[in-house]
C-alpha cells in the first residue's frame, strides 16, 4: 500500500509517517503551503510555517521517505481566509482550523489521492478510524485528553475508508516517547496554538489587512440597549469573552452576541450566555443517513459532549450551555463514536 | 543517470544545476588542503594561491575575449547581477535601471530594491513568446538609465536573446548607458565574446556549467565605474571585497574552459536529444505547447504547457517515477510558485502551473531522454 502522510512538522504526524513505514508500506511525505502574507512571506506562528515545513523535510529524511511541499495557496485563501473573514463580517465565531482540515487538508488530498499515485491518506489526528457494521467509523482517540475527533467531525464514511490515523491509538505521552525512541527531531516539539495565518495572535493587523471595515468602531450595550461603552470594532470579539470590554462593572461581564452590520457589541452576565437551543446548518454525518433524536453534542474543540436531542434542524440541550457561538462547529457522538457534525448557525 | 544508493534518477534538470566536469572535482581539491594559502599575502603559501587565482582568471577572460583585469569573482550569479545593477548608480539616486519582466530574480528583485530606493526603473515586457523587442527597451531608457540588463538565455524557457542587437539600439541612443547580460544559462551553449554582444558587464554562475557552486564571475568593461557591494579589504581591484574563493575561482575556470571547448558538440546533441524528446511530447500528449517555442531558443531547455494537468502533481508522480525535472521556479519551501515569467508571456496563474521544465545537459543520454519522455507521456495519460 502507497500511504501519503500529511507531514505539518510536529511530533504526532512525524511519528505517523513512522509507523506506516515499520509496517512496511510505501510512504510519501506531504506538506501543504496553505498560506504567504501580502509579500509572499511565510507564515511565523501556527501549524504551518517555514520552519514546521523544515522540520517535515527533515524528519522525513531521517526516515528516508520522498518528501514534497504541495502548494495549496488558492484554495486556502478561498476556503478558509475569506470564509474566516466572512464569519468575523457576520458576528459569527470562526473555526478556521475546521475549515481547513475539511476543505483542504482532507477534501483536497483525499481527491487527490490516486493522482498522486497514493492509496491512503495519513494525518497525525488522535481520532480512531475503525470498520463497523454499516462502514467505516470515527471513534474519539486513545487519549482523551488529547481526542481531535471534533476536528474531523465532518468526514464521511467513504473519507474514513482512504484515512489512516495511527497515533489516535496512542496517548501523546507514548508519541512523544516513541518520536524519542527513533530520534525524531519533532519529539519535544510545543504544540501549535495560533492560527496560521493570522500570526502571533496579531488578529488587528490581520484584519486591517483583509477585512478592515470589522475595525470600524461601535457601541458596546448592554440588552436594554443601554450604551455602556464604545469598541473599535467587533473584528477580535468572541461570544463569551470576559477580558478586554473595556467596561468598568461590579459584576464580571461577557460579550452576549455581536452584530457586525450595526458594528455593536451586546455584554450581559454570565446567565444571559446560558443557551439551550441552536440553529443547525451543513449537517453531515459519517454514515451519510440522517441524523437525528438523542445524541452527545460537543460544540468546543476541548469541551465535553453534552445529552441533547437533535431533530427538524435544531438542537436541544438537556442542560443550558454556556458560550455557544454561531459559526461553531458541533459534533455529535454516540460515547465514543462520531456521528456527524454541523455548524451553528444561530441561538436561541 | 544519477545513482544515490539504490535509486537511480533520469536527471533533466541542468537548469538547476549540472553535475561537475570531469577533473574539476580534482583541479580544485589542491587549494582546500595543501595549497590552502590566502591570495592576498607576499610569502611562498600566498603565492601559491594567487598564482592559481590569477590563472584562472586569464582563462575566463580568454573565454569572453575580455582582460583578465575586467573578470570580477564573485560568490555566483546572483552577486554578479547584484554588483552589475547596484553598482553603476549607488550613491546618485538620478540613475537607474531597465530590464526585462523575464529577468531572473536576481536581476528583478535587485531592480525592485532601486525602486523602493528612489532609482527610476523600469521593467519592459515581452512578446506571448518571450521575445525581446530591442527598439522597445532602448526606448524605455530615462534620462537616468545608467544600466540595460537583459539575460542571454532564459532560465525557465530557453528562449534567447539577441543582446547585441539590445545593445545596439541602446548604445545608438546613449552610448553612455551600460550594458548588462546575465548569461548565467548561456555558457554551455552561447558564444560570449563580450565585444561581439557589445556589453560592458556580464554575469556567469560556476555550478550552471559544470563547475562548483558558490563561484560566480562578472565581467566588467574597463573604464567602467563600479561602486562595490560588498567593502572590505579591497579585493578584485576594489570591486569586490573577501578573502578569494581560490578553489572555486580554479573550478569555475577549468569547467568553463571545457563547456567553450564542448560548445558546438553541446549544441548538436544535447540540442538532438532535446528535439527528439520535444518531437515525441508533441506526438504522444494532445494539446501540448512549448512556451516560448516560436522564437530562438537554447538547444537544451524545453517547457512546456500540457493543459489539465497541474505541475505540482506532475512533478511529484515523475519524481515518483525517478524522473527529476522543475516546475522553472520554485520557493523556499520547495513548492512550485506561479512562474512571473510564463506570466510576463501573457499565461494566466491557471495555465503556467500546468508548465513544466525538462532542461538537458552534458550528461544526458538518448536512452535517458528517452525513458524520461516515455514516463512522462504515461503520467500525462494516467492523470488525464
Not at chain 2, 518571450?130 to 527597451?137: C, R, S
Request: hydrophobic residues 40%.
Amino acid at each position: 500500500m502507497r500511504a501519503m502522510v500529511a507531514m505539518s512538522g510536529g511530533v504526532d504526524s512525524s511519528v505517523a509517517a513512522a509507523l506506516m513505514r515499520e509496517a512496511g508500506h510505501d510512504v510519501i511525505g506531504v506538506t501543504l503551503k496553505l498560506w504567504s502574507g501580502p509579500g509572499g512571506e511565510a507564515p511565523t506562528a501556527g501549524c504551518c510555517t517555514l520552519s514546521d515545513a523544515e522540520d517535515a523535510r527533515r524528519v522525513a529524511a531521517a526516515l528516508d521517505i520522498p518528501y514534497y511541499v504541495l502548494d495549496y495557496t488558492e484554495e486556502f485563501r478561498e476556503g478558509v481566509v475569506s470564509v474566516f473573514i466572512d464569519d468575523y463580517a457576520h458576528g459569527r465565531t470562526p473555526n478556521p482550523c475546521i475549515e481547513c482540515n475539511r476543505t483542504v487538508k482532507f477534501d483536497r488530498l483525499l481527491n487527490g489521492l490516486d493522482e498522486l499515485g497514493c492509496d491512503v491518506l495519513v494525518t497525525g489526528h488522535h481520532a480512531r478510524v475503525r470498520s463497523g457494521p454499516d462502514g467505516w467509523e470515527l471513534h474519539r482517540g486513545a487519549d482523551m485528553a488529547k481526542d481531535q475527533s471534533y476536528v474531523l467531525s465532518m468526514l464521511t464514511s467513504p473519507q474514513l475508508g482512504r484515512t489512516r490515523l495511527p497515533v489516535g491509538e496512542m496517548t501523546k505521552t507514548e508519541v512523544r516517547a516513541r518520536a524519542a525512541e527513533l530520534g525524531l527531531r519533532t519529539a519535544a516539539k510545543a504544540e501549535s496554538m495560533e492560527i496560521c495565518f493570522v500570526g502571533r495572535g496579531d488578529y488587528r493587523s490581520f484584519l486591517d489587512r483583509h477585512a478592515p471595515s470589522m475595525l470600524r468602531p461601535g457601541p458596546v450595550i448592554d440588552h436594554t440597549g443601554e450604551v455602556l461603552g464604545a469598541h473599535g470594532g467587533v473584528g477580535g470579539f468572541t461570544v463569551g469573552q470576559r477580558r478586554g470590554l473595556g467596561i468598568a462593572a461590579g459584576e464580571p461581564r461577557y460579550v452576549v452576541s455581536i452584530d457586525a452590520t450595526t458594528a455593536t457589541v451586546v455584554i450581559g452576565r454570565r446567565e444571559d450566555l446560558l443557551v439551550r437551543t441552536v440553529e443547525l446548518e451543513g449537517l453531515s454525518t459519517v454514515s451519510g443517513r440522517p441524523l437525528s433524536g438523542r445524541v452527545e453534542a460537543q460544540y468546543r474543540a476541548h469541551g465535553a459532549a453534552m445529552p441533547a436531542t437533535l431533530g427538524g434542524g435544531l438542537l436541544h440541550f438537556d442542560e443550558p450551555q454556556m458560550a455557544v457561538a454561531p459559526g461553531q462547529t458541533v459534533a455529535f457522538y454516540e460515547s465514543d463514536r462520531v456521528l456527524g457534525g454541523a455548524v451553528i448557525a444561530a441561538t436561541g | 543517470m544519477i545513482c544515490d544508493n539504490d535509486r537511480v534518477m533520469i536527471y533533466l534538470d541542468h537548469a538547476a544545476t549540472t553535475p561537475m566536469r570531469p577533473g574539476v572535482w580534482e583541479a580544485m581539491a589542491p587549494f582546500a588542503v595543501d595549497r590552502f594559502g590566502n591570495s592576498s599575502g607576499a610569502h611562498e603559501v600566498s603565492r601559491k594561491a594567487k598564482d592559481a587565482l590569477e590563472e584562472s582568471r586569464e582563462r575566463v577572460a580568454a573565454c569572453l575575449g575580455a582582460r583578465p583585469m575586467e573578470i570580477v569573482f564573485t560568490s555566483g550569479g546572483t552577486e554578479a547581477d547584484n554588483l552589475a545593477l547596484k553598482g553603476p548608480v549607488t550613491g546618485d539616486r538620478s540613475l537607474g535601471v531597465v530590464t526585462m519582466a523575464t529577468e531572473h530574480e536576481a536581476v528583478l528583485e535587485t531592480t525592485h530594491f532601486l525602486h523602493r530606493l528612489g532609482h527610476p526603473t523600469h521593467v519592459v515586457g515581452v512578446s506571448r513568446d518571450g521575445g525581446v523587442d530591442p527598439d522597445l527597451v532602448a526606448g524605455s531608457m530615462g534620462p537616468g538609465t545608467a544600466v540595460v540588463s537583459v539575460m542571454t538565455v532564459n532560465n525557465e524557457t530557453g528562449v534567447v536573446t539577441d543582446v547585441a542587437a539590445v545593445s545596439a539600439a541602446v548604445k545608438r541612443i546613449d552610448p553612455s548607458v551600460l550594458v548588462h547580460t546575465d548569461a548565467v544559462q548561456a555558457a554551455a551553449c552561447e558564444s560570449l565574446d563580450v565585444d561581439r554582444l557589445g556589453v560592458d558587464m556580464l554575469s556567469l554562475s560556476g555550478h550552471k556549467f559544470g563547475g562548483p557552486k558558490g563561484a560566480g564571475v562578472l565581467f566588467v568593461r574597463e573604464g567602467t565605474r563600479l561602486e562595490p557591494v560588498l567593502h572590505g579589504g579591497g579585493q578584485e581591484l576594489g570591486r569586490r571585497s573577501g578573502t578569494h574563493d581560490v578553489a572555486g575561482a580554479v573550478g569555475l575556470a577549468t569547467a568553463l574552459g571545457m563547456a567553450v571547448e564542448d560548445r558546438s558538440r553541446f549544441r548538436s546533441a544535447v540540442g538532438g536529444i532535446r528535439d527528439d524528446f520535444e518531437k515525441r511530447v508533441m506526438e504522444g500528449v494532445e494539446g501540448v505547447v512549448v512556451n516560448g517555442g516560436a522564437g530562438p531558443r537554447s538547444p537544451h531547455h524545453l517547457n512546456l504547457r500540457i493543459p489539465d494537468v497541474r505541475n505540482q502533481t506532475l512533478l511529484l508522480r515523475l519524481d515518483q517515477s525517478g524522473v527529476a525535472a522543475s516546475a522553472g521556479s520554485a520557493c523556499q519551501s520547495g513548492a512550485a510558485k506561479v512562474s512571473h515569467v510564463l506570466e510576463a508571456m501573457g499565461l494566466s496563474p491557471d495555465e503556467a502551473r500546468e508548465c513544466v521544465r525538462f532542461t538537458f545537459g552534458w550528461t544526458t543520454t538518448q536512452d535517458e531522454a528517452s525513458e524520461g519522455v516515455a514516463t512522462l507521456i504515461d503520467l500525462v495519460g494516467e492523470l488525464r
